[in-house]
């Protein structure tokens, strides 16, 4: 009965248009009045103990980094290094889509900052060239939603959180899983620009890549800081972020001389906005988080799902199912924040990997990102590239396709993510 009141108290709170945190918030009340332990000092005290965590440091600092490499030209030289490497090609800018969003997710880890910077960059390119708009725009929303699965991710992190799962084993495991997912974008694009009528860019000579290179040099090089220093326990995930958004303030301001204080304002202020949104979701998902552990709640779902609990393939598909038809109407962190807690016992008893398990839940609920009716990075890239959203969703379509081929095969085979996590580790 527990959980019955829980989902419809979030779901009634949510149907009539109360903002994620405070439909949580009243969830948490709910869930307190029927419990019998209704005390507001409950909810004061949960949502600063919960946000006052050393792990979500990283938040604030890797969407400052994320800024700080928009506004200092980090972004655009990594988009052309990948046009003078690939723009030749038949469909050579979508190939370029790919490999730039795929070196950016290894920076931000933020699918609407990527899909933002993409569709700002390669859009207009795109519609000069001839191609098809409203397919190119899907391409890069489905790029951006690679940013959340390859290291660093604020999803990892909050899910880590939320579900006190590590999240370095997160970062390692994501690597392999977020490379299919940019491989499968590739294979997608070079079947649907076989009906692509338009004329390859002029084919860049060894000087002019040898150029870009050195350019981009210095953004290139910031993953592979990122990633080695986690990897060989030089820094923690949280120290990583500080050291991303320390990274790109100098390369941006010092190397690249694009940051001007005027931009610097913004960029701390845009920062702080997001900051602000995130946490204040996070502290108020963890008081939800906390009555769901006091109302035992995961014990009653075990019990329900028990049957499921002895074939975990099965168990792991239609938790899959669940968060694509969430995701299509719930942004991410909310996803996470909701669902992670309540799942995880049922994942533990079930013999799951939680750390295969935060990958499969973080590109199930990506996915979600770019599909209808909501789309949150839908949104993003029609707004920014100006392309009516219906367009984008109908071009998005054979990119979502490759994306759950992906992610099946994850499903089917948990040694795709868990080898290589194993010889990271």
Partial sequence: MTIVVFLAALFATLAIGVPVAFALMATGIVL?????????????????????????LAVPFFLLAGELMNAGGLSRRIV???????GHIKGGLGYVAVMAAIIMASMSGSAAADSAALAAILVPMMRDAGYNVPRAAGLMGAGGIVAPVLPPSLAYIIFGVAANVSITGLFLGGIVPGLM??????????????????????????????????????????PVIILAGIRFGIFTPTEAAVVAAVYALFVGGVIYRELTWASLYRVFVNASKTTAIVMFLVASALVTSWLITSANIPTELIGLVEPLIENPQLLMLCIVVMLLVVGMVLDLAPTILIFAPVLMPVIRAAGIDPVYFGIIFVMSTCISLITPPVGVVLNVVSGVARVPFGQVATGVLPFIASQLIVLALLVAFPQIVLGPLSWLR
Avoid at 45 to 54: E, K, L, R
């Fill in 32 to 56: 307190m009045s029927y419990m019998g332990i209704f005390n507001t000092q409950i909810i004061a005290q949960q949502m600063i103990t919960g946000a006052n965590t050393f792990t979500l």
């Fill in 181 to 222: 997912m940019g491989a499968a974008l590739a294979l997608m694009w070079g079947f649907v620009a076989r009906k692509e009528n338009v004329v390859p860019l002029p084919r860049r000579s060894g000087k002019d890549r040898l150029d870009a290179a050195g350019a981009a040099i210095w953004a290139l090089f910031m």
């Fill in 80 to 86: 052309h290094f990948a046009v003078t490497c690939c």
